[in-house]
């Protein structure tokens, strides 16, 4: 049996648990971030430009706590908006698998 995980780990996968340094390096990449601006609609807007993932640069869990990280900015910003609904927009240009 393996001792519980420390809940205010780096590993810490609850949104609430997750800061921006933690995410700091990836978020630099420019893959992905929310939108400065709310769409006509008044949501917040992740926008993945998947061209620039490369895949194994960061460790999955390290992509996966940016992903968190980046939707529960944009449900907060939305819920302050009194909205709760985000947008999400994948930009595909010069995409290759």
Do not use: C, W
């Not at 992509?63 to 927009?89: H, N, Y």
Request: aromatic residues 6%; charged residues 20%; without cysteine.
């Amino acid at each position: 049996m393996q001792p519980a995980a420390n809940p205010t780990s780096a590993a810490d996968p609850r949104p609430d648990h997750i800061t921006a340094s933690q995410v700091a390096k990836e978020a630099s990449s420019g893959k992905a971030y929310v939108h400065s601006h709310l769409d006509v609609y008044g949501r917040p807007a992740i926008v993945i430009r998947t061209r620039l993932h490369v895949v194994g640069q960061y460790p999955i869990n390290d992509s996966k706590r940016l992903a968190v990280f980046l939707i529960d900015q944009a449900i907060a910003q939305a819920q302050a908006a009194g909205g709760e609904q985000i947008l999400g927009i994948f930009d595909l240009r010069d995409f290759q698998v």
